[in-house]
């Protein structure tokens, strides 16, 4: 179904459970999902899905809006044991960097957005500016049809009594040619009229937190950092991070 293979671990203490919650992550090394799910406290059935570099090559293979819910069953025919799939609980969607086109393309059908419980993304949200390659200082705007589905799913999550979980991280890495991952979280907090509040925390593996933002159950960190060790370090706290998809 997809051009590349699914990495798929279950930690062998799980699979006595009468029921896990699924993991799928876009982009990123296998060991470092086998790792969250070990370390993560949720019980997780964990995929990698790993296709490449630049977001298009995620977005495109869930252009077909049956393509998610094959690959969930895909993944879930992967795990029968004696022909009996695992039960599962939630579904839960992470990306790092360019891994958030699939995200974004599987938020964007309604019947993959119905059946996912929680989506975490990475230092990775992105758009093109208007005109291309205009950045705001100069004049340039947002393509924010490209961040739709996001402010869309964050508006659900931050609902009181919402049940779905939304989590954003993001470092200051300043692309130049593209939307960065904080003027599009930023966009998004401003559509749901909601602020940032100014923190100096230590974060995981050492990171510093500048930010924090929270409605209902959607939350945006804010790191500090604009080097590729920064940028990794939001893929290599996947363990962390995922904790706040906890119900």
Aim: proline share 4%.
């Amino acid at each position: 179904m997809l051009p590349k293979p699914v990495d798929v671990f279950i930690p062998q203490r799980f699979l006595e459970r009468d029921s896990l919650d699924l993991l799928i992550h876009f982009h990123g090394a296998p060991y470092v999902v086998h790792f969250a799910a070990e370390s993560s406290g949720l019980g997780l059935i964990a995929a990698a899905v790993n296709l490449g570099g630049g977001s298009r090559v995620y977005n495109d293979p869930f252009e077909d809006s049956t393509a998610f819910a094959r690959l969930v069953a895909a993944i879930l025919d992967s795990t029968a044991v004696s022909g009996k799939r695992l039960a599962v609980r939630r579904i839960l969607l992470s990306g790092f960097s360019a891994g958030y086109g699939a995200i974004r393309r599987i938020l964007s059908t309604n019947t993959s957005r119905g059946v996912v419980d929680g989506a975490l993304l990475l230092d990775g949200i992105h758009a093109s500016y208007i005109p291309e390659r205009t950045v705001l200082a100069e004049g340039g705007g947002i393509d924010s049809t490209q961040l739709e589905a996001f402010r869309s799913f964050a508006e659900e999550c931050s609902t009181p009594g919402a049940r779905k979980r939304f989590v954003i991280t993001h470092s200051e890495i300043f692309p130049g040619t593209f939307v960065s991952t904080t003027e599009s979280t930023d966009w998004i907090l401003k559509q749901l009229n909601m602020k940032r509040d100014p923190v100096l925390l230590w974060g995981p593996l050492g990171m510093q937190q500048v930010s924090r933002s929270e409605k209902g159950n959607f939350k945006v960190f804010g790191f500090a950092g604009n080097a590729a060790q920064d940028h990794v370090d939001h893929l290599q706290a996947l363990w962390s991070f995922l904790r706040n998809l906890r119900e």
